[in-house]
Each structure stands twice: as C-alpha cells, then as structure tokens.
C-alpha cells in the first residue's frame, strides 16, 4: 500500500457507520445523521445478527440504477437487512464515492428517518430499509481505501490467489485501515471456482478451505467476516451442486466470525440452508440477477423494438427485484421481526457499536 494513501483516523467530515438505532434488527433501519444523509448498517452486527438470529443476509451486486433501486426497493418490501456489493470490476461503471451518494439519496426517498426526529427505540423496523454498503472482491489495497474513505460500511480484500503469508500481510493492513474508520472487513481463503457465466475474477481453480489456515487466517488478520471456499461456484453450476457440508462445520468449530458463502447464484434453497445453519452469515448473488434482467429486456426488446431505453431500467429493477426477493426467502429470512428459522436467540447484536 503506498504510504501516500494513508488513512486519516480523523473522521471529521466523513460519516462514521455508527449503530444505528437499536430498533428490530438490533442494528436498526439506516438513519440520517445530522447532515441528513442515511447512514448504512454496520457490518459486523448484522452479520452476528444473523448468525444470531438463523438466517444469512443477502448481499446483491449492484452496479447501476436498476440493480441499486432493486436492491433498496427489496429490502423495504421484506424488512430483511441487505448488502448492496459494488465489485472493484465495476469500478469502471461507478467509483464508490458515486455509490455512496446514490445510496443515501435512495435510501432518503426510501424513508430513512432523520436521526434525533424521535427516541431511536421508537423507530420501527419498517421506518426504512437497513442496508449495508460493501465493497466486493478487491485485489487492490488502494480501491479498499477509496472505498472507506468514500463512507462504505465494509470492504472484501480477496488476496486468496496469494500465498497464505502474502494474504494475510494484506489483508491485516486493510483491516487496520478499515477499523479506524469504523469500517468492517471480509477477507477470503481458499480458492472458488468458475462456472458458467461467472462473473467474477477468478483463478478458475477450486481449493477448499482448510479449516486450521481458517482459524490460524482470522486470528492473525482480525477480520470481522471470513469467505470460505466449500464447493459453492462464481456463475451457475456446470452439475449438481455439492457443498462441503462437514467442512463448514470444521470450519465454524474454529472460527469465531461469521462465515460468507459466494456464488449464491443456483445453489438449490436446501443446500443454502443447511449451509446457513452452519454459520454462514452473508450469502453473494449476482449472476441470477443480471441474466433475470437480461432476459426480461430482451424479451420486451423482441416484443417492441422501439422500447425507449428509458423504460429498459424498470424493467430491469423489476426482474432483479423478483430474484432478489427470492434468494431473501431462500436465506431462512423469516420476516420483519429480524429472526430466521431458528426464532430467537441470545447474542443479539442490539448495542453493539461501530462495524
Ligand atoms: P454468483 O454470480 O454465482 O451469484 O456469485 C456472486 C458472488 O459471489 C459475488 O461475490
């Protein structure tokens, strides 16, 4: 990292992801600050919270209008926490201090309540969506730091294609960074496939994650969430998917953090859920969403080839929204009580400060 992109711990000026206000999920619905911008959730909480709880949150690759006003118009409509996960490949579409604004301004028309409008135990859970905004999939240091001093709740430092040292060397700087601004950390070991489609950048070669590396990997860099590698595939499966039941369990009996599952995209809800039920926290889709929309705009394209390209966005953020809300009820997500299959549980994250 060069050392001219230091990161200043002063947070003058910039929003702090602070608490939220402890309403339903524990973390709360975003709020706006006192400059009136939504905040977003905090990271850490809302993953304990769902491990909590027994349900994972879903995270949604978002990248332009559509996928955003999707991601933000589902998590209102289900009361489920959301991550929105704007992938470093799509920097090239929207830089994070872009994604930043576009948030807030969407979560405001959303009906995020002003901070100090009314006692923060008095907002309900369905005052206005609670969603996260998180950086996904970043070899670079340097985006990681664009993307905390933009106002991220989280970022992913996936420097898994280096050798175990090298990862957690980078990844332990990223994580000091990012926790001086209050910022979460997911960080990933082991290698994921490619499969069809995939979307991701990836080696193409599968290596699963040891679960001692796991609890030797998070001890050294002091994560707050760990991407595990255990059969899931970036893109659709190119056979039936197999998931390493007993090596997430491996997995979990040594690690305290909550576990993410990538490459949500056709994992059958069955096998999502006893994944779920292993401690995986936050589960990753993007291809499902983006050929959804595609083949909704192709059809309508087919239909009337005069379709105005102002109308392809809603018919976009109408296809995404479906899927979207699909995956939610696939993540064990039980409605707006912020409890997952399991009921309720003890740990909940209610109170919990920062990321
Ligand atoms: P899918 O495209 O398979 O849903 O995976 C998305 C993902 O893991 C993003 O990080």
Redesign the pocket.
């Known amino acids: 990292m060069p050392s001219d992109r230091r990161v200043d711990t002063d947070l003058g000026g910039v929003d702090r992801v602070g608490a939220g206000s402890g309403a339903t999920h524990g973390f709360g619905p975003a709020t706006a600050g006192a400059s009136s911008a939504p905040r977003f959730a905090p990271f850490g909480p809302m993953l304990r919270q769902a491990v909590a709880d027994g349900y994972a949150v879903a995270a949604f690759?978002v990248y332009d209008l559509a996928t955003f006003r999707a991601a933000v118009a589902v998590a209102k409509q289900t009361g489920a926490p959301v991550i929105l996960?704007l992938?470093e490949r799509y920097f090239s579409l929207m830089r994070p201090r872009t994604a930043v604004a576009l948030l807030r301004s969407l979560l405001a028309e959303a009906g995020a309540i002003p901070a100090g409008a009314i006692p923060a135990s008095a907002i309900p859970a369905s005052s206005g969506p609670v969603v996260g905004l998180h950086l996904?999939?970043a070899a670079s240091p340097e985006h990681c730091l664009e993307a905390i001093e933009a106002g991220f709740s989280s970022v992913m430092i996936d420097a898994s294609h280096l050798p175990f040292e090298e990862n957690v060397r980078v990844t332990r700087a990223v994580v000091e960074a990012a926790h001086a601004r209050g910022v979460g950390v997911e960080a990933e070991l082991g290698g994921i496939a490619a499969?069809d489609a995939?979307?991701?950048f990836s080696t193409g070669t599968e290596a699963l994650t040891d679960p001692d590396q796991a609890a030797a990997f998070v001890a050294a860099t002091g994560v707050d969430a760990l991407a595990v590698s255990v059969g899931t595939?970036?893109?659709l499966y190119r056979g039936d998917p197999h998931i390493d039941l007993p090596r997430l369990q491996a997995i979990r009996a040594r690690v305290d953090v909550p576990l993410v599952l990538?490459?949500?995209?056709?994992t059958p809800a069955d096998l999502l859920s006893a994944a779920i039920g292993r401690g995986v926290a936050k589960v990753?889709?993007?291809?499902?969403v983006a050929l959804a929309a595609v083949r909704r705009i192709a059809e309508a394209v087919a239909a009337k080839p005069k379709t105005h390209l102002s109308e392809l966005t809603g018919i976009a953020e109408a296809a995404a929204r479906e899927v979207m809300a699909d995956y939610i009820a696939r993540f064990r997500w039980r409605g707006g009580t912020g409890r997952g299959a399991t009921g309720p549980s003890e740990g909940r994250a209610s109170g919990e400060a920062g990321r």
């Open positions: 690759n996960a992938g996904d999939h499969g995939s979307h991701e595939v970036h893109g990538h490459g949500g995209s056709g990753n889709v993007n291809t499902e």
